[in-house]
Structure formats: C-alpha cells, structure tokens
C-alpha cells in the first residue's frame, strides 16, 4: 500500500482505490498504541502511514518510558528524529523510567543516553528505586573518563550520584 502525505490529507492507495485519512486520527491512534504498549501499531504507524514520532516535543517516548513500555521505547529509539534532541529538557526519557522504577526501560535508554552530565537521579531516589539509582549510578561510573572529558568540573547529578 503506498501513501502521499501533505498537511491536510493521508492517501492510502492500494488495489481497490484511495482511502483519505485525517492525520489528528493518526496521531490518536498512534498516541493509543504508544499508551498501550502496541510497538507493532507504533511501528505499522510510523514507518507505513508516516506519522512524526517526535511530534509535541518527544511527548510519545517520555510517556512510554513513563508507563514502562520498553519495546515501544525501542521502536521510537529507532528514529533519528526522536534520538536528535531527547535529552534536551530538564525531563527526559530516562528521568520518567527511573523515577516510577522501570528498570527494563531504563536499562535501554542508558544504553542511548549521551548526556551524562544531565542524569538526574533525584526523582529516583524521592520515589524509593534505590537499586535503579545504584544501576545509573555505576552505568555513569563506567563512563567517568568520557564525562570529565567533556565538562571542567563535575555537575550536581553526578556530584549527587557519589553521595549513594
């Protein structure tokens, strides 16, 4: 099945003719599946009917790292539009996984985490997944050589992180 995307209408043409389709129900469905945790929806919606993972500032990966939904994590992980500006914001992906305890999740974002020195285990901590922060806390330890290549001093997150 092919489709031409412009900003009004979705055509999905396949043998018996053209479908339009409005792409606020796209982004519904998509918004649905991400909540639900159907990564192959997620994936269906994305790369067959075009609908921008990234659309409202990366809202879709912050909510499904939120819920815990890994497997649709890995599928939005997968678009370099979601990868170019994730860890931008003072909340990120990895900050909702860790801070309602969804080690799986947060095991792949760190996997993808660039930023070191924007970790914020605080909300980890506040909410009692102790073995999460310990996780993150050895993940950045590992990494230690790489992040003071990068910064003159160490920032708070990483201060706060030699404190546990």
């Known amino acids: 099945m092919d489709h031409k995307i412009d900003e009004n209408t979705i055509l999905l ?7 339009t389709i409005d792409p606020d129900s796209l982004l519904e469905q998509f ?12 994936s269906k919606l994305i790369k067959d009917l075009g609908v921008d993972p990234s659309n409202n500032g990366n809202s879709s990966i912050e909510w499904a790292s939120y819920l815990g939904n890994t497997e649709v994590v890995r599928v939005l992980l997968e678009d370099p539009r979601v990868c170019k500006n994730i ?4 909340i990120d992906p990895l900050h909702c996984a860790a801070s309602q305890g969804h080690i799986e999740t947060v095991i792949l974002l760190l996997k993808h985490h660039r930023n070191y020195e924007l970790i914020n285990i605080s909300p980890t901590m ?9 996780l ?13 290549q990068k910064n003159k001093w160490p920032s708070p997150s990483i201060q706060l992180l030699t404190q546990i």
């Open 13 to 19: 043409f396949d043998e018996i003719g053209a479908t």
């Open 136 to 148: 993150i806390k050895q993940y950045v330890e590992s990494r230690i050589d790489e992040i003071n």
């Open 31 to 42: 918004d649905r599946a991400v909540s639900e945790n159907d990564f192959l929806n997620v």
């Open 87 to 90: 860890y931008n914001r003072d």
């Open 126 to 134: 506040a909410n009692g997944h102790i073995e999460i922060a310990h």
